[in-house]
């Protein structure tokens, strides 16, 4: 069972930055994909960002350039670096992890999941 605790979120003026933490409990942290959602109000979650144990990563188009994600495995803790935000940007941001190696953008393939921080960003 994998527990994640989310941190960070907030108000942020365009063209800011914003760091969000994910910290997991539970003894295979470092072998489980991280994924960042965010859903939009009255809009679906959507994908943002993937790593996996290895470092590998992969980014939503959107994003891409603008948002790290990255992992620190001997703190069970995930993060999501985020700069150059948009007011599009804005909405709440999940943290999630998945059993397996494989890297997934379906929010179905995810089954342990952060209680969402809000990030919402003013022009």
């Known amino acids: 069972q994998v527990q994640l605790v989310q941190s960070g979120g907030g108000l942020v003026q365009a063209g800011g930055s914003l760091r969000l933490s994910c910290a997991a409990e539970?003894?295979?942290?470092?072998?489980?994909?991280m994924g960042w959602f965010r859903q939009a109000p009255g809009k679906e979650r959507e994908f943002v960002a993937v790593i996996r144990w290895s470092d590998t990563t992969t980014y939503a188009d959107s994003v891409k350039g603008r948002f790290t994600i990255s992992r620190d495995n001997a703190k069970n803790t995930a993060f999501l670096q985020m700069t150059t935000l948009k007011p599009e940007d804005t909405a709440v941001y999940y943290c999630a992890a998945r059993s397996g190696f494989a890297l997934s953008v379906r929010a179905d393939e995810y089954e342990y999941w952060g209680q969402g921080t809000q990030v919402t960003v003013s022009s």
């Open positions: 539970g003894p295979t942290f470092s072998s489980l994909p």
